[in-house]
């Protein structure tokens, strides 16, 4: 025999307690579910067309030549050749004005700047440890 505050094992085995919240009798346990926000697609700035943007055709092409340079020349160019680019991408993250080009403006000018800069720096230093070849 159990008290009313004790733990009542019983026939389910679960460890039911007579303290435990119930439902009401023709009640669903479980609970409606909740309405999903529907997501309203982003407003629309640019003109009727596409929009030529420079940005992402100039980093495209900055990133093929560094691939056209590696495979040609040597794999320590076409590394220079990247480390460049992405050295130049951080300077104009720097000072072109708000909100910057397309293709590197992604977080805040600052965290722009220093990962391009510091992906600039770390891929010229693995270029020079590169044996050569």
Same mark, same amino acid.
């Given at each position: ?20 919240p ?6 669903d346990?479980?609970?409606a579910?909740?309405?999903?926000p529907a ?8 003109p ?9 055709w100039l ?12 495979l040609?020349? @040597? ?6 050749? /990247?480390? *460049?680019?992405? +050295?130049v991408? #951080? !300077? $104009?993250?720097? =000072?072109? %004005? ?5 293709a590197?403006?992604?977080? @805040?000018?600052w965290?722009?700047?220093a990962? /391009?800069? *510091?992906l600039a +720096?770390?891929? #010229? !230093? $693995?270029a020079? =440890?590169l %044996?050569?070849g």
């Open positions: 025999m159990t008290t009313p505050h004790q733990v009542d094992p019983g026939a389910t085995g679960r460890g039911t307690s007579d303290l435990a119930t439902s009401a009798p023709g009640a346990a479980t609970p579910p909740r309405p999903v997501l309203s697609p982003a407003p629309v700035t640019a009727a067309g596409r929009r030529f943007r420079l940005s992402l980093v495209g092409a900055g990133i093929v030549a560094s691939v056209v340079v590696g040609a020349v @040597s794999t320590r160019a076409g590394s220079d050749v /990247l480390a *460049g680019v992405l +050295a991408g #951080a !300077v $104009l993250r720097a =000072v072109l %004005p708000a909100p910057g080009p397309e590197l403006a992604v977080r @805040s000018r965290v722009d700047v990962a /391009l800069g *510091g +720096a770390a891929v #010229a !230093v $693995l020079q =440890v %044996p050569p």
